[in-house]
């Protein structure tokens, strides 16, 4: 890990995420922890700097989440981001209450003070706020900075202390002035350097990898995606040949990608690599399964079992080296309060309890887009690096209700010719992820002037940074005009199909 950590503490913010995200585009290294960790575990982490983040919450209500006061004499540089900025008042003898007026959206920010998180700011700027309560009075030693038409305390600084509280969100794009205010902070009142970067990690991946194995032999699950494709060349470039990769064919997959990955991986950049046949185990243990939840769990615990046979086989192994992302960590597992697991990750949380080999996860701290960067650091070629995202548990997941070899023929089929009209009209690279997903309803349709009662394929395209959140992305017509024509006159078994337009959230990219 970098030598400097900027610890977020959650309290459940929407836009928690972002903030950690915006601090490593900064090039420091940030932790999304929950807002009431201890005082002691926050110790442990060694942190340069702290920022709370916002919350649902009201602080002044029983049951809202509170910080350990402890932080609060650690004397670390402190940033309070809305709920941050009332907790932390209240915790040092401010007032908060309900606003008589809310306010949400974009507002004028007026300094009313200099101070060193606005440096290079223009005095009054548009900021984005979004809260109900406010902070009525300043506790001692605190002095006000600015304020806004609605909100009178809307940035305050500790007299003494590098500790510095503001109303708005600095993280999202509608401040235009955040990240220079984040920046301030980091650099400008915490003093960091700024020691986060890809080349960096890559090192000390590469030295943590070694260290963890020493000189054992270590299986990575390999399924020709991003993430699995990165962390099986960052071991091989750690271990050589003490690295075995394992690719599962679970029967899950796109059309050609057991050919593709064999040859890219296996045959060009020469790892050690074995196939796995395994499609009838796995389909045979997700008959008659339509719970997303259940797949996702019996496929994790599947993929556990070969790989533990694998190890048997191939003789000593203690470890099992997976592309576990921080997206999938926080969806699995959130940390903050009063919100929930979204889905699991079958390589999180769909993990059996009891696994014979030591998990190696070194992308646990990145996101999707960091991991990208990785890739290219590593010398991967682009068309490599830059392939769509696909979910660990493959086509299970976009084949709604139970799975079958029928409707995965179907599905696969349907999703390459939607990627070979985006290749073709050049919108593959312009959008983050794309994909088909065949829904568990028929309907009425005519074909060759008799009628039909088919399947129903809907595609989904979005547009994001790190998967945490999307937008669904504004394809040409003639783009979906012509893969639909194409998915219902070439696909047995399809005569309709839907293009999905909703964002994340409200809805997650995956349909399951």
């Known amino acids: 890990m970098p030598r400097e950590r900027v610890l977020i503490l959650d309290f459940g913010s929407q836009y928690t ?25 926050i110790k442990r982490r060694r942190p340069s700097a702290l920022i709370l983040s916002g919350s649902p919450a009201s602080g002044y209500r029983s049951e809202a989440p509170l910080p350990d006061p402890g932080i609060y004499a650690l004397g670390k540089p402190l940033l309070g981001i809305c709920y941050g900025f009332q907790v932390t008042q209240q915790l040092m003898g401010g007032t908060v209450a309900k606003a008589p007026r809310a306010e949400y959206g974009s507002a004028i920010f007026a300094l009313d003070r200099p101070s060193p998180l606005f440096r290079g700011v223009p005095r009054r700027f548009r900021a984005w706020m979004s809260h109900g309560d406010e902070v009525r009075a300043l506790g001692p030693g605190w002095e006000r900075v600015a304020h806004t038409t ?72 390999l399924s020709g995606g991003v993430d699995s494709t990165v962390v099986a060349t960052l071991c091989h470039r750690a271990l050589g040949k003490r690295l075995t990769c394992v690719l599962v064919d679970h029967g899950l997959m796109r059309e050609g990608e057991i050919e593709e990955v064999r040859g890219e991986l296996g045959e060009k950049r020469g790892l050690r690599l074995v196939v796995v046949d395994a499609r009838q185990r796995f389909l045979s243990k997700l008959e008659s399964v339509i719970d997303p939840e259940r797949k996702r769990k019996i496929i994790g615990s599947e993929f556990i079992a070969v790989f533990e046979e694998q190890a048997q086989e191939i003789g000593p192994v203690e470890f099992l080296a997976q592309g576990t992302l921080y997206p999938d960590v926080i969806e699995s597992a959130s940390a903050g309060w009063g919100a929930q697991v979204i889905k699991t990750h079958h390589n999180v949380g769909g993990l059996p309890e009891r ?18 960067v990785l890739g290219r650091e590593l010398g991967l070629p682009a068309h490599l690096v830059d392939r769509h995202p696909f979910p660990g548990p493959g086509l299970a997941v976009r084949t709604l209700g139970a799975v079958n070899s029928a409707d995965l023929e179907i599905l696969r089929r349907a999703d390459a010719i939607f990627i070979e009209e985006l290749r073709r009209a050049r919108w593959y690279h312009r959008t983050w992820q794309a994909f088909a997903v065949l829904l568990p309803i ?12 088919e399947r129903v394929i809907a595609l989904r395209a979005v547009d994001s940074t790190d998967g945490m959140t999307a937008d669904w992305t504004r394809l040409p017509d003639a783009v979906l005009a012509r893969a639909a024509s194409r998915i219902a006159n070439e696909v047995r078994g399809v005569n309709r199909v839907v293009f999905d337009c909703t964002s994340k959230p409200p809805a997650t990219i995956e349909w399951e």
């Open 355 to 372: 696994m014979r080999l030591k998990l190696v996860e070194p992308l646990r701290w990145l996101f999707k887009d960091e991991v990208r």
């Open 17 to 41: 995420q972002l903030i950690a995200r915006r601090v490593r585009e900064l090039g420091v290294f940030s932790e999304i922890v929950s807002g009431t960790t201890p005082l002691v575990e």
């Open 442 to 453: 028929q309907t009425v349709g005519v074909k060759g002037d008799e009628r039909s009662y």
């Open 150 to 221: 609605n909100c009178r305390f809307a940035a305050a600084r500790h007299a003494t202390l590098p500790y510095h509280l503001i109303q708005f969100h600095p993280e999202v794009a509608h401040s235009p002035f955040g990240k220079k205010v984040l920046s301030n902070f980091l650099f400008g009142v915490a003093k960091l350097a700024g020691d986060w970067t890809m080349k960096g990690f890559l090192r000390q991946a590469v030295a943590g990898i070694r260290r963890e194995v020493g000189e054992g032999h270590l299986l990575c699950a």
